[in-house]
Protein backbone atom coordinates (compact mmCIF):
# COMPACT_ATOMS: atom_id res chain seq x y z
CA UNK A 1 0.00 0.00 0.00
CA UNK A 2 1.64 3.59 -0.67
CA UNK A 3 0.45 6.20 1.80
CA UNK A 4 0.40 10.02 1.11
CA UNK A 5 0.96 12.14 4.38
CA UNK A 6 0.08 15.98 3.82
CA UNK A 7 -1.24 19.07 6.49
CA UNK A 8 2.08 19.58 7.99
CA UNK A 9 3.29 23.11 8.58
CA UNK A 10 4.35 25.81 11.14
CA UNK A 11 2.22 26.78 13.94
CA UNK A 12 2.80 28.38 17.36
CA UNK A 13 2.19 26.59 20.28
CA UNK A 14 -1.67 26.29 21.20
CA UNK A 15 -2.35 26.41 17.92
CA UNK A 16 -4.03 23.15 15.45
CA UNK A 17 -3.40 21.19 12.27
CA UNK A 18 -4.79 18.03 10.40
CA UNK A 19 -2.94 16.15 8.96
CA UNK A 20 -3.91 13.63 6.19
CA UNK A 21 -2.83 10.98 4.61
CA UNK A 22 -4.09 9.01 1.54
CA UNK A 23 -3.56 5.47 0.90
CA UNK A 24 -3.67 3.59 -2.77
CA UNK A 25 -3.21 0.31 -3.56
CA UNK A 26 -4.32 -2.35 -1.29
CA UNK A 27 -8.02 -2.48 0.35
CA UNK A 28 -7.49 -0.11 2.53
CA UNK A 29 -10.12 -1.57 5.25
CA UNK A 30 -7.75 -4.21 5.63
CA UNK A 31 -5.53 -1.99 7.49
CA UNK A 32 -5.12 -0.61 11.19
CA UNK A 33 -3.58 2.60 10.50
CA UNK A 34 -1.30 5.03 12.71
CA UNK A 35 0.63 8.23 13.04
CA UNK A 36 4.03 7.96 14.90
CA UNK A 37 6.28 10.88 15.11
CA UNK A 38 9.85 11.62 14.67
CA UNK A 39 11.59 14.56 16.78
CA UNK A 40 15.17 15.87 15.28
CA UNK A 41 17.99 14.25 16.84
CA UNK A 42 15.35 11.32 18.10
CA UNK A 43 14.06 7.92 17.55
CA UNK A 44 10.52 7.68 16.03
CA UNK A 45 7.65 7.17 18.16
CA UNK A 46 3.94 6.36 18.34
CA UNK A 47 1.76 8.85 18.23
CA UNK A 48 -2.01 7.54 17.96
CA UNK A 49 -3.36 4.63 16.34
CA UNK A 50 -7.01 3.33 14.79
CA UNK A 51 -8.31 0.18 13.95
CA UNK A 52 -9.39 -1.30 10.67
CA UNK A 53 -13.15 -0.35 11.41
CA UNK A 54 -12.21 3.31 13.09
CA UNK A 55 -14.17 1.72 16.45
CA UNK A 56 -10.75 1.30 18.29
CA UNK A 57 -8.00 3.96 18.80
CA UNK A 58 -5.04 3.79 21.17
CA UNK A 59 -2.78 7.43 22.08
CA UNK A 60 0.18 8.18 23.29
CA UNK A 61 -0.45 9.76 26.89
CA UNK A 62 1.62 12.65 25.88
CA UNK A 63 -1.22 13.47 23.10
CA UNK A 64 -4.36 12.51 24.66
CA UNK A 65 -7.24 14.64 25.15
CA UNK A 66 -5.15 17.42 22.47
CA UNK A 67 -5.15 14.75 19.28
CA UNK A 68 -7.56 12.78 17.60
CA UNK A 69 -7.35 10.21 14.83
CA UNK A 70 -10.01 9.38 12.56
CA UNK A 71 -10.54 7.04 9.07
CA UNK A 72 -13.02 7.11 6.21
CA UNK A 73 -12.20 4.25 4.85
CA UNK A 74 -14.83 4.90 1.45
CA UNK A 75 -11.63 7.82 0.86
CA UNK A 76 -8.94 5.23 1.75
CA UNK A 77 -7.69 8.52 4.23
CA UNK A 78 -7.09 8.58 8.01
CA UNK A 79 -6.81 12.05 9.65
CA UNK A 80 -4.86 13.54 12.81
CA UNK A 81 -6.46 16.42 14.20
CA UNK A 82 -3.62 18.37 16.44
CA UNK A 83 -5.39 21.09 19.05
CA UNK A 84 -2.82 22.44 21.86
CA UNK A 85 0.33 21.67 20.04
CA UNK A 86 3.50 22.03 21.89
CA UNK A 87 6.82 23.16 21.03
CA UNK A 88 8.15 19.22 21.85
CA UNK A 89 5.55 18.56 19.38
CA UNK A 90 7.90 19.51 16.91
CA UNK A 91 9.07 16.84 14.39
CA UNK A 92 8.27 14.52 11.04
CA UNK A 93 4.62 13.30 11.56
CA UNK A 94 4.53 9.48 9.29
CA UNK A 95 1.37 7.46 8.54
CA UNK A 96 1.59 3.71 9.04
CA UNK A 97 -0.40 1.16 8.16
CA UNK A 98 -0.33 -2.54 9.03
CA UNK A 99 -2.06 -6.12 8.68
CA UNK A 100 -1.27 -9.21 10.43
CA UNK A 101 -0.70 -11.97 7.76
CA UNK A 102 -0.97 -14.58 10.63
CA UNK A 103 1.83 -16.24 12.11
CA UNK A 104 3.52 -13.49 14.00
CA UNK A 105 4.22 -11.85 10.37
CA UNK A 106 2.86 -8.52 9.61
CA UNK A 107 2.78 -6.33 6.63
CA UNK A 108 3.96 -2.84 7.48
CA UNK A 109 4.09 0.32 5.31
CA UNK A 110 4.89 3.97 5.54
CA UNK A 111 4.37 7.21 3.89
CA UNK A 112 6.85 9.81 3.58
CA UNK A 113 6.12 11.78 6.23
CA UNK A 114 5.10 15.54 6.90
CA UNK A 115 6.95 18.09 8.66
CA UNK A 116 5.24 19.77 11.77
CA UNK A 117 6.77 22.73 13.65
CA UNK A 118 5.63 24.34 16.34
CA UNK A 119 7.01 27.61 17.44
CA UNK A 120 7.04 28.88 21.16
Known amino acids: VQLQASGGGLVQAGGSLRLSCSAS????????MGWFRQAPGKEREFVVGITQSGLGTNYADSVKGRFTISRDNAKNAVYLQMNGLKVEGTGVYYC??????????????WGQGTQVTVSS
Open 25 to 32: GRTFSNYG
Open 96 to 109: NADRSLGGGEWADY
